[in-house]
């Protein structure tokens, strides 16, 4: 067996984020070696595939906002291009999502937001009880309006994940199933070792997830500021055709819940945050809080069937917003740190990591979220 060998890029983290940067690496002609411990972990397995920039809107981060649209409008050629090369589908569809209002309350917050995002360029339709009612018939009864964002997705991520493997094979990027640490110095990375392998890397990207700051060898001054936010999601069935025309989404007494119908049926409920470090066990409160909310807002659904409830870690940062490009040792890449986002930003992150390794330069819609924000507000 070899003790060394050498790729132009090595990625740790063969979740969608990282198998999407190989993939995209691989297509600019660069030899990829792609290192996960455990590839089925990541975020990807639970995460429910919504494409929804504008219901996230926040008030406070319209730089966020700008990058989740700009990765948006990439999603239909990337998906396509993805499913050409792989031979698998991906699941994107394009139904848009509901952004119901529980109350008088939530309806006013979310004309404001109607209003904010039109200042943004943002498209969104305001709907009083009526029309909500005749887009959404299975929505509770008594329900004041809602915000519809008909230029929103959805794509299933365990479909996307094995997308991106397949075609990651097929364009000739090598899989290690193992830890990795890194390999460098204040100077430069020189790669990353691999049990007794040693692999020589120019450049090496941190996308691991929830687990990037569990890497080892990272210097210290590189260091990305990741932790794992801990989420649950349930996966229900009704008998027949979904009657769900919308991802639906609602704060119920404060607690949000989103509902993404699936094209055989399946309805994915989600999801809880929760600050609990790396236990994977479901908690009983959890799934319970989500069904009691979910069936709030759809009745109809206390006639599911139940499929699976599943646990994984979302990658938080100290501002919850991803963190890509280069980190202060030459050649050491971070693609991590998305959160709620990871599914939606895989596209632009991909062809961002890309073209920073390519060509030195990261596309202006990433320059917010270097990691040298954080080094900045030190």
């Not at 290690?176 to 392998?197: F, H, K, N, P």
């Not at 120019?202 to 990305?224: D, K, N, Q, R, Y």
């Not at 693609?335 to 599914?343: C, D, K, L, M, V």
Request: one cysteine or more; proline letters at 8%; a negative charge.
């Amino acid at each position: 067996m070899p003790t060394s060998t050498t790729s132009d890029i090595t990625v740790l983290g063969a979740g969608a984020i990282g198998a999407a940067v190989a993939w995209r690496c691989a297509q600019r002609g660069l030899t990829v070696t792609l290192v996960d411990p455990a590839p089925s972990r990541g975020a990807w397995n639970t995460a429910a595939g919504m494409l929804a920039p504008v219901t996230e809107l926040h008030y406070t981060e319209t730089p966020l906002l700008r990058l989740n649209l700009a990765s948006l409008a990439q999603y239909p050629a990337f998906a396509a291009e993805l499913a050409d090369e792989s031979g698998r589908p991906t699941g994107l569809t394009e139904n848009g999502t509901l952004q119901v209002a529980w109350d008088g309350a939530d309806f006013a917050a979310l004309r404001e937001l109607h209003e904010f995002g039109r200042t943004l360029g943002v498209a969104t339709e305001l709907l009083g009880e009526a029309e909500l009612r005749a887009l959404e018939p299975a929505l509770a009864p008594g329900l004041p309006g809602g915000l519809l964002a008909a230029g929103d997705q959805s794509v299933d991520p365990r479909l996307l994940h094995a997308a991106l493997v397949t075609a990651c094979r097929r364009r000739g990027v090598r899989f290690v199933e193992s830890s990795g640490t890194v390999l460098a110095d204040e100077d430069r990375v020189r790669g990353v070792r691999v049990g007794g392998v040693e692999i020589s890397s120019p450049v090496v990207v941190l996308a691991a997830g929830a687990w990037t700051g569990t890497i080892e060898g990272v210097p210290t001054s590189a260091a990305v500021p990741v932790r794992p936010v801990k989420g649950q999601t349930l996966r229900l069935r009704l008998d027949g055709p979904t009657r769900l025309n919308h991802v639906v989404r609602a704060a119920v007494r404060g607690s949000s819940v989103y509902v993404v119908p699936r094209a055989d049926g399946q309805l994915v409920v989600g999801a809880s945050t929760e600050e609990a470090g790396f236990d994977p066990r479901p908690r009983a409160g959890a799934v319970y809080e989500l069904l009691r909310d979910a069936q709030t807002v759809l009745p109809e659904l206390s006639e599911a069937t139940w499929d699976e409830v599943s646990t994984s870690f979302r990658p938080g940062s100290p501002d919850n917003a991803p963190i890509v490009g280069p980190t202060r040792i030459p050649g050491l890449l971070a693609a991590t740190g998305h959160y709620r986002n990871g599914i939606l930003l895989t596209p632009i992150t991909a062809s961002g990591v890309a073209d920073l390794v390519t060509t030195g330069t990261l596309p202006g819609v990433l320059a917010p979220f270097t990691p040298a924000r954080f080094a900045e507000a030190t």
